[in-house]
């Protein structure tokens, strides 16, 4: 699976929009980009992902650039409760469990 | 979504004695699940993967006969930390992907596991 790079850690204020940025310059054409999110002291959330087109959902929207060798996670609307670690993982769309937890990035989210 | 359950949230044994983790799916049957170590600061290790009705494989260094891993049925698999050290100290987690949601991975909510 291709590595990722990602900010240590990240400050976004309530109510603004959280951009979290990934780096995966060596992602190969089958591979998926993935984000997770663990809260402290908690198992991981899954919160979306994307092969080559833009994705959204209930919680996020994934950006992935044209080569597809960065993409950004958007939390439209941040909230204290977003406040987490967010991993992205690349990897090709088999055997789930083979995902590469890398360091993430610590998101506080600030009042 | 599929929920995956695990128990209990945080144990607290003696050094030398054993303590079994459960992991159960509660929607979905869970042909493969995974175990993961998490310490403090730190990102999640894949420890094993469970296969029901097999032997679970494990990653390099993870020790077999020290972390016994059962998945006797579609929704449960187990893992036993045997003659538990304070080094085994440490946050486990389980998940499972099911075939319904794709490639995602559903996780528990995690154990810390404190050895005295």
């Known amino acids: 699976d291709a590595k990722t790079t990602q900010p240590t850690s990240m400050d976004c204020a309530e109510g603004r929009a959280a951009n979290l940025p990934c780096n995966h310059s060596t992602i190969s054409g089958n591979e998926y980009v993935y984000w997770y999110r663990q809260i402290h002291s908690q198992g991981p959330q899954y919160i979306i992902h994307g092969l080559k087109n833009n994705e959204t959902n209930e919680m996020a929207s994934l950006i992935i650039t044209e080569d597809r060798k960065s993409s950004t996670l958007i939390l439209p609307h941040a909230t204290l409760r977003d406040t987490a670690v967010y991993y992205c993982i690349v990897r090709v769309n088999t055997n789930a469990g083979k995902s590469t937890f890398g360091d993430g990035t610590t998101l506080t989210v600030k009042p | 979504g599929a929920v995956v359950s695990q128990h209990p949230s945080w144990v607290i044994c003696k050094s030398g004695t054993s303590v079994k983790i459960e992991c159960r799916s509660l929607d979905f049957q869970a042909t493969t699940m995974f175990w993961y170590r998490q310490f403090p600061k730190q990102s999640l290790m894949l420890m094993a993967t469970?296969?029901?009705?097999?032997?679970?494989?494990?990653e390099q260094g993870v020790e077999k006969d020290k972390f016994l891993i059962n998945h006797a049925s579609l929704t449960l698999s187990t893992l036993t930390v045997t003659s538990a050290h304070p080094e085994d100290s440490s946050f486990y987690i389980c998940?499972?992907?099911?075939?319904?949601?794709?490639?995602?991975?559903?996780f528990g909510s995690g154990t810390q596991l404190s050895v005295l």
């Open positions: 469970s296969n029901e009705g097999s032997k679970a494989t494990y």
């Open positions: 998940s499972a992907s099911f075939p319904a949601h794709g490639e995602k991975l559903f």
